[in-house]
């Protein structure tokens, strides 16, 4: 159990003992949080002020009985303001934890009580065309809530949801047969096949006998013509080949690559059962799915209010023409995962523009009585230093290839300069490492749902934020250890006496705390946060608190603090999936 929860669980005993029977049953207890301000503690209640008024008691008051009756061994109590109970960790307690931490390889991550079954949909680039910055966010985060969710004990799948049969092919099929160079293909298939599709797009837009042209190529192709099928394969092999290169460099891995196209004969009989069950009906020729006024208009995703009134936006699941759409396609896609994955829980990492999309597909499993923890978790854009969408210089969208060549690139300098004696190979494994992880930390230490500025020098920086700077920290630590002889082992007893020790123990406990709060909000910039705090305190008691020149129970537990801060680093860094060297 983490530390507020401990105290959550005895201040709930000291709750029922103080108030017996008055104890209001729909009370609950909120979770002890984390103080805001040291000087007052480290973990603090409101629970008194929130309870007083209903227990006709005044809260200092009640806040005083409720400390006497805890007599806590984990920590001191004190009462502050209108009522607010601090708790001060007793050191002891702090030491306690972590000569648990020093023998614990999940460094007092508990696993979940009760796993799930979580499908993971992130990436999901659209073949033929440009893999946008959207997709790299979806890329970094979803990579990582797979793996926080993995380490937590849940049963992850992840899967990437390529679209692989929209429009774009009637442009591609055209393409393919009048103006593709094989070579280029061959080459870099995923440019050449993103430079067949701009050509004709542009083509299509001079010659309007094209666009008809393109558009039957497509007919044929849904209708299952031969030689377009195979061309269509054709494409969808190359880029998967293309995009796995990239991944391979971000280390990062699907379970499965079910695109649209894998859903395509599940959707004629979906939209006739939707039919069947009244969820969905015609209007004008098209199929498509209304509110059913469960919600309040405001809530209600298949609303929005013109010109003061609430007028309906269904889901067109059918065109009139026959076609399906990227709704029916994604019903039929969860579905699928509820059925034949056993899903408890589907997230989708996709950029907040779907928000409405992600509404009304909810809300339509709803309708069907499907239900589980569905959600869309949203993220902004990348802005440029311009604070206008990241384009690259010709204003083209910048593809996630070039990015990763760009930050290796850069990192590489980074590390020439840091250590100019290190052999050529092992430079280039941690330009890689510093490059990526570069990339993937400024990322994950925003928050999800702002829009974020890509700054190539502020992500390699070796001060602030950074992963380079984090990374740093790691190394300035692991050498500690080259220093001394037979390395590292774990003291029986921790002694913590000084404020910096105390400070930084008090950090390495709370990292049992901050990742399981890191998935469940699905917001890695807390997790981020919290490392760089950690290496921030780290550097505090290495210049407060000599180490090497120290002795006996004070050198042990010095020694300690210093592994476990590399081993949180470590495994912290390696929840983002970004790599930490030995040296750097
Ligand atoms: N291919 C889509 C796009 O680029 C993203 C797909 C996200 N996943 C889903 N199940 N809709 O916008």
């Given at each position: 159990m983490t530390i507020p929860n401990e105290l959550t669980a005895q201040l709930t005993a000291a709750l029922q003992q103080v108030l017996g029977d008055?104890?209001?049953?729909?009370?609950?207890?909120?979770?002890?949080s984390v103080a805001q301000d040291l000087r007052f503690g480290d973990y603090q209640s409101n629970v008194a002020m929130m309870l007083a008024k209903r227990v006709g008691m005044n809260p200092r008051e009640l806040a005083a009985k409720l400390t006497e009756a805890m007599e806590s061994s984990i920590a001191a109590t004190e009462i502050a303001g209108p009522g607010f109970i601090n708790f001060?960790?007793?050191?002891?307690?702090?030491a306690a934890r972590t000569e648990a931490m020093l023998q614990d390889e999940r460094l007092g991550v508990a696993l979940v009580d009760q796993p799930k079954t979580i499908v993971i949909d992130f990436s999901a680039p659209n073949v033929a065309k440009p893999m946008h910055v959207g997709h790299i966010r979806s890329t970094i985060i979803g990579d990582t809530l797979g793996r926080l969710a993995r380490f937590l004990g849940h049963t992850v799948i992840t899967d990437n949801h390529i679209g692989d049969w929209g429009t774009q092919f009637g442009m591609i099929l055209w393409g393919w047969k009048h103006i593709l160079d094989q070579e280029e293909l061959k080459k870099n298939p995923i440019d050449a096949l993103l430079d067949v599709y701009k050509q004709v797009n542009a083509k299509c837009k001079e010659d309007e006998t094209l666009?008809?042209?393109?558009?039957a190529e497509l007919v044929k192709l849904q209708g299952g013509d031969a030689e377009n099928l195979d061309i269509w394969n054709k494409c969808i092999a190359v880029t998967k080949t293309g995009l796995q290169k990239i991944y391979d460099q971000l280390d990062i891995r699907f379970d499965y690559w079910l695109g649209e196209s894998a859903y395509n004969d599940a959707l004629a009989p979906l939209v006739e059962k939707l039919v069947a069950d009244g969820i969905a009906r015609e209007s004008d020729g098209a199929i498509c799915v209304f509110s059913d006024g469960f919600h309040k208009p405001q809530n209600d995703p298949f609303l929005v209010q013109k010109d003061g009134e609430w007028v309906p936006v269904p889901a067109i699941i059918r065109k009139a023409d026959g076609g399906f759409l990227y709704a029916t396609t994604d019903l039929a896609t969860l579905d699928y995962r509820t059925q034949n994955f056993n899903a408890d829980a589907i997230w989708y990492v996709v950029g907040a523009p779907q928000d409405k999309h992600f509404k009304q597909i909810f809300d339509i499993e709803r309708m069907r009585g499907v239900s589980g923890d569905f959600r869309h978790v949203a993220f902004g854009s990348i802005l440029g230093k311009d604070r206008r969408p990241f384009?690259?210089?010709?204003?083209?969208?910048?593809?996630?290839?070039?990015?990763?060549?760009?930050?290796?690139?850069?990192?590489?300098?980074?590390?020439?300069e840091k250590s100019p004696d290190m052999p050529a190979e092992e430079k280039a494994a941690v330009a890689q490492a510093v490059g990526?992880?570069?990339i993937k930390f400024a990322e994950l230490s925003q928050n999800r749902l702002s829009d974020y500025i890509f700054d190539w020098d502020k992500m390699l920086a070796l001060t602030g934020d950074t992963a380079p700077y984090l990374q740093n920290s790691y190394v300035r630590v692991r050498s500690i250890f080259r220093k001394i002889e037979g390395g590292f082992t774990a003291p029986e007893k921790m002694h913590l006496t000084e404020p910096a020790e105390i400070a930084l123990a008090r950090l390495l406990v709370r990292y049992a705390e901050v990742v399981p709060a890191t998935l469940d909000d699905c917001k890695p910039n807390l997790?981020?946060?919290?490392?760089?705090?950690?290496?921030?305190?780290?550097?505090s008691f290495y210049e407060a608190c000599p180490v090497l020149r120290s002795e006996g129970d004070t050198r042990a537990t010095r020694l300690a603090l210093c592994e476990l801060t590399a081993r949180v680093l470590k495994q912290g860094m390696g929840l983002f999936g970004i790599t930490m060297p030995d040296r750097m």
């Open positions: 008055a104890l209001p049953c729909d009370f609950s207890i909120p979770t002890v001060r960790v007793r050191p002891e307690y702090f666009l008809p042209l393109c558009k384009k690259t210089r010709s204003g083209d969208t910048v593809s996630l290839q070039d990015v990763i060549d760009e930050a290796i690139e850069r990192a590489t300098k980074v590390v020439e990526v992880g570069a997790l981020a946060a919290y490392l760089y705090e950690l290496a921030k305190a780290f550097h």
